[in-house]
Each structure stands twice: as structure tokens, then as C-alpha cells.
Nanobody, 124 residues
Framework: QVQLVESGGGLVQAGGSLRLSCAAS????????MGWFRQAPGKEREFGAA????????DYVDSVKGRSTISRDNAKSTVYLQMNSLKPEDTAVYSC?????????????????WGQGTQVTVSS
């Protein structure tokens, strides 16, 4: 049974930082590209960042580019999202996802497994 478990969310002031983690089990982690998506209240789920199987390729949505870094540790079956200079508009539920296909997907339908999500709230 595949499980993706996110952690690291919370309440932070604008300008602050958070590091999200997503621990995977039940799959061969190094064979999956990983992504982070977020969904704010009343909005559709949107792509945030993704990383290739080996970690050599990353991609970000423009709104977080320069403020966030996605990384992975295949030995620990964990993917991370370091978020800096947080803004109130970053408030959302952040979910990680695993994609068995080669390359990096930017749409939810490109992913096979999802975590439950972790809440990030940025106060002004």
C-alpha cells in the first residue's frame, strides 16, 4: 500500500519560512518523480513544484520561483519543499504526489499517488 505523508505545515507570519516534508512508503521512491501541489479555499488545486526521479531536474510555478526549493533524499524516500519569504497568498493545503512516468508533470492528472496534505497558513 502506497502512502505519502506530509508534515511541516503550520502558521507563520508573512516573510517567514517553512520546510515541508513528504515521506513515502510502499513504492520504490527513486522510480517516481515527485510534485507539490497546493489548494487554497475555493480554488482549484495548482501546481507548485516538481522534481525528477534522480533530483537533477526541477520545475516551479512562477509564483513560487525564487522563493521555494524542492529537493529529495532517495535514501530516506522523502521529498522536501523549502519555502521562504512566505506571503498570505501562499496560504493553502499543500499535498505531495508521486508520478511513475518519466519527466515532470505539472497537472494533477499526471500523478498516481497523493498524500492527505498539510495546512500552511501565512498571516499578514
Amino acid at each position: 500500500q502506497v502512502q505519502l505523508v506530509e508534515s511541516g505545515g503550520g502558521l507563520v507570519q508573512a516573510g517567514g519560512s517553512l520546510r515541508l516534508s513528504c515521506a513515502a512508503s510502499g513504492l520504490t521512491f527513486s522510480r517516481y518523480a515527485m510534485g507539490w501541489f497546493r489548494q487554497a479555499p475555493g480554488k482549484e488545486r495548482e501546481f507548485g513544484a516538481a522534481i525528477s526521479r534522480s533530483g537533477d531536474i526541477t520545475d516551479y510555478v512562477d509564483s513560487v520561483k525564487g522563493r521555494s526549493t524542492i529537493s529529495r533524499d532517495n535514501a530516506k524516500s522523502t521529498v522536501y519543499l523549502q519555502m521562504n519569504s512566505l506571503k498570505p497568498e501562499d496560504t493553502a493545503v499543500y499535498s505531495c504526489a508521486a508520478d511513475r512516468r518519466a519527466g515532470i508533470a505539472k497537472v494533477p492528472s499526471g500523478y498516481d499517488y497523493w498524500g492527505q496534505g498539510t495546512q500552511v497558513t501565512v498571516s499578514s
